[in-house]
């Protein structure tokens, strides 16, 4: 996959994870998005080198995707710990 894959593949795992998880976030859509960006790059890179599942070529991978999604759901948490709801 590409960088272009990988944005797109952030953007909809932001999506997602925002869904999931639902609430205010202090950087509003711009930050979650940035976020899911951010997190499926970390998911990635942590299923590639510590849960031993190479990145896979294709953008349909499953397991692709539940690390992308498991990446910026841990840094939407991260995001709300450390930053709080600043929208009250």
Request: no cysteine; hydrophobic share 55%; aromatic share 12%.
């Amino acid at each position: 996959m590409g960088v272009i894959s990988w944005i797109i593949l952030g953007l909809l795992a932001g999506a997602i994870a925002k869904f999931l998880l639902p609430g205010r976030d202090p950087g509003g859509f711009v930050g979650t998005t940035v976020i899911g960006i951010a997190g499926a790059f970390i998911g990635g890179w942590i299923s590639a080198r510590w849960l031993d599942h190479p990145i896979s070529k294709d953008f349909y991978d499953g397991a692709t995707w539940a690390a992308a999604i498991g990446g910026s759901l841990v840094l939407l948490i991260a995001y709300r710990i450390l930053f709080g709801n600043s929208r009250d």
